[in-house]
Structures are given as structure tokens and as C-alpha cells.
């Protein structure tokens, strides 16, 4: 039998991490996306053997990953997407937490993996779901909404200034053939949008396509109104998005008087000595609050 791969991702602000929400022997925690494992081991380490973690994550795939990686450790892995937080929790015995973590960036595993479909830089399947068992792909998104529709997934979910352009391509191109593959996506919004410095021309679009397919933000929004109900007071929260349209949905919910106190004014990012060992922090933005006695 052979050995359990280890995993490519590297966990982003660790040190931050630790130090911001500050979990501490024989308390409970939830890390909301579990991942290859790497912020949960860290968090759990500190818990100890009185304390309790419970992960989430709705991609089999990651938690078979990372369960190697928590061998020892006081950790239950559940099967779920961190909006259903409050029932799993509920199944579990669990009430209030002492702390919740929630890294939405995608894992290196699941973006290097082709036949995700969650990247445009190797080809592979037009797919893009976290959990391969549930809902439509991409594919089926590309395919079958309107030119509208499509125009205001790729302005709405991926801020494309030239969503229209993009979405009118698509529509004239799928006429011949459907799409199927990421390179043929990328080729044809690369051919209507112009590059801008080095991002690639379809970055945003697939940012889009990703966050449609798994309802990224329809879910934060409702982990977001769960947490006041499962942290308990004095109990802090943390989340690493990765794009404005999730970093101003944590500001906004992170500001609410009475529920919250921020504990980060502005979000934390990475510094230079983490850019060079991983180049993907470059986008992660931290913010932590704690749960104030206030009304949920």
C-alpha cells in the first residue's frame, strides 16, 4: 500500500492566524474548510487532547487529503459545506464554539488538479464544482444561459468590465459546438479581452464561472448570519477571502454593532518572506472579530 501523498497547499498566515484568534488548550473549534488540513493541524495542536476541533468541507477529495495529516489530533472531518454549520453542529452535540475559521481560497490540490476544471492554465473538463456530486457545471452555465444571464454572472461574480463583449463571443461560438474544456473557454475569452498587466485575460471569467457553480457567495452570506448564533461571547471568528466581493461581505458583517468587535481595522495580509515561499498568499486578506454579549 502506499504512503498518503502530501499535499501541495500551503496553508496562508499561519502565524497570523494563530496569533489573531488565539485558540487555546481545551477549547472547541470549527475550521469551516478544512482543505489539505493545514490551518485545521494548527489550530488543533493548540487545542490539545481536552480540546475539539471540528472541519468541514464539502470536497471528498480534501478531506481524504488531509486525514492523514490529522492522525492524533482531536479532530472530526464532516462532509459539509460551512453553510450548513449550525446542523452539523447540532448532530455532532455541539452548542456554542469558541472560535470559527473559514479560508475560502481554493486548495493548490484542487486548482492543480485538471479534471476540476477549476483552472485555465492545464486543460481539463469544464466542471469547476467543489462537490462533484451536487448541482450544474460550469459546462452546463456556458451552455445554456442566456446572453444576458451570462453577461451578468461574468460583471456580478467576476467584475469583468467586458462582460457583455465576453458573454456575446460565448453565445456566437457555442452555436457551432458546445463547450467542454477549459483551453476552449479561455481561448475564446482571451480572443475578446484585452490583457492587463499580467493577469490573464480570463481570470475573471472563471472566477465567475467558479463562484455561480458553487454559490460561493449565496453560502458565506449565510455562514456569515450563522455565526453570531454558534460563537459563543468573548468567542472570535476569522475568515480569509480572497476577493473584494467576499472581503466586503466580512467587513460589513464583522461591523455590526453589538454582535461584533473587530479586532483587525484593516485585513492582514501577507508579508514579503511569505510572498516568496507562496506566491498564492498574494491575494489573502484576514479579518477577526470577536462575538461581543450582544443580541445574535
Known amino acids: ?74 479532530v472530526t472531518l464532516v462532509r459539509a459545506n460551512f453553510d ?17 475559521l473559514a479560508d475560502l481560497g481554493f486548495a493548490s490540490d484542487q486548482l492543480q488538479d485538471a479534471a476540476r476544471g477549476l483552472s485555465f492554465r492545464d486543460d481539463g473538463p469544464l466542471d469547476m464544482r467543489l462537490d462533484p456530486s451536487a448541482g450544474a457545471t460550469a459546462a452546463d452555465l456556458v451552455n445554456t444561459l442566456s446572453e444576458a444571464a451570462l453577461a451578468d454572472v461574468f460583471f456580478e461574480y467576476g467584475e469583468e468590465r467586458h462582460s457583455r463583449r465576453v458573454a456575446r463571443k460565448v453565445v456566437e461560438r457555442r452555436k457551432a459546438r458546445p463547450f467542454a474544456t477549459t483551453a476552449d473557454l479561455a481561448a475564446v475569452v482571451r480572443s475578446c479581452v484585452p490583457r ?14 467558479r463562484v455561480a457553480v458553487n454559490d460561493e457567495l449565496g453560502a458565506l452570506d449565510r455562514l456569515l448570519a450563522a455565526l453570531p448564533r454558534v460563537v459563543k461571547p468573548g468567542g472570535r471568528a476569522g475568515v480569509i477571502s480572497f476577493h473584494s466581493l467576499e472581503d466586503r461581505r466580512v467587513k460589513q458583517a464583522f461591523r455590526t454593532p453589538g454582535v461584533w468587535e473587530p479586532r483587525t481595522k484593516k485585513p492582514v495580509e501577507a508579508g514579503p518572506d511569505e510572498l516568496a515561499r507562496n506566491p498564492r498568499a498574494r491575494s489573502a486578506k484576514l479579518r477577526v472579530a470577536v462575538r461581543s454579549g450582544g443580541p445574535t
Open 1 to 74: 500500500m502506499s504512503a498518503p501523498r502530501e499535499p501541495r497547499h500551503a496553508a496562508v498566515l499561519p502565524a497570523e492566524v494563530l496569533d489573531l484568534l488565539d485558540p487555546r488548550p481545551g477549547q472547541t473549534w470549527v475550521d469551516c474548510t478544512v482543505g489539505a488540513g493545514g490551518h485545521t493541524r494548527l489550530v488543533a495542536e493548540r487545542l490539545g487532547e481536552t480540546g475539539r476541533l471540528v472541519g468541514l468541507d464539502q470536497d471528498p477529495t480534501m478531506l481524504d487529503l488531509a486525514r492523514p495529516r490529522l492522525a492524533g489530533l482531536p
Open 196 to 209: 492587463a498587466g499580467g493577469i490573464d485575460p480570463a481570470t475573471r471569467v472563471f472566477q465567475a464561472l
Open 84 to 100: 450548513q454549520l449550525p446542523g452539523v453542529l447540532a448532530n455532532l452535540g455541539v452548542g456554542t464554539v469558541d472560535g470559527v
